[in-house]
């Protein structure tokens, strides 16, 4: 059975998803129709350690992937991931966590209270030799605290081949 590309509708016919992948012939209410089980089903999200082409396109009309990267927090000033991506071309969304040995829950996101050069931390994405990196940067006050914290950050994004 061949994937196309076609308007998810309700019974009614009203669109209830644009442009979706579609892999399954049989539509029980007609013509690229379906019940709520079967768009539950086609429109679940899957998260991965894999890159996985999700059903989701960007405003260029090219398809969205999602990636999920865990690893363990060394407690250095700067800490590098290999993401095991090697073609971006747009980053959609990076949402992430550090979740440290004390049981706390850190959100990913650059932030600090009162002293940067403490208490703060950072995180960017670079290439580096035929893959990204997400690179993050933590104070000297903040660092030890984060160590043997395990991350877990999901990316959604385009890539430059299609």
């Known amino acids: 059975m061949a994937k196309k590309r076609n308007n998810l509708k309700d019974k009614d016919g009203n669109i209830i998803i644009p442009n979706i992948l579609i892999?399954?012939?049989?539509?029980?209410?007609?013509?690229?129709?379906?019940?709520?089980e079967t768009i539950d089903e086609m429109t679940k999200y899957i998260y991965s350690t894999t890159e996985t082409k999700t059903n989701k396109v960007?405003?260029?009309?090219?398809?969205?992937?999602?990636?999920?990267?865990?690893?363990?927090?060394d407690g250095q000033e700067e800490c590098k991931i290999s993401l095991g991506i090697s073609d971006i071309d747009?980053?959609?969304?990076?949402?992430?966590?550090?979740?440290?040995?004390?049981?706390?829950?850190?959100?990913?996101?650059?932030?600090?209270?009162?002293?940067?050069?403490k208490y703060g931390y950072q995180y960017f994405i670079r290439p580096e030799n035929?893959?990204?990196?997400?690179?993050l940067?933590?104070?000297t006050?903040?660092?030890?605290?984060?160590?043997?914290?395990?991350?877990?950050?999901?990316?959604?994004?385009?890539?430059?081949?299609?």
Do not use: C
Not at 62 to 70: G, H, L, M, R
Not at 96 to 115: Q, T, V, W
């Open 23 to 36: 892999d399954k012939d049989e539509q029980p209410f007609g013509t690229n129709t379906y019940d709520k």
């Open 141 to 162: 006050d903040i660092r030890s605290g984060l160590k043997n914290g395990n991350l877990s950050v999901t990316l959604h994004y385009t890539k430059t081949a299609n």
């Open 58 to 73: 960007w405003i260029d009309k090219k398809a969205i992937y999602s990636k999920v990267v865990n690893a363990v927090i």
């Open 137 to 139: 940067q933590f104070g």
């Open 90 to 117: 747009t980053l959609v969304d990076v949402e992430g966590f550090i979740h440290l040995p004390s049981k706390d829950i850190r959100p990913l996101f650059g932030g600090y209270f009162g002293d940067f050069v």
């Open 130 to 135: 035929n893959d990204y990196k997400l690179i």
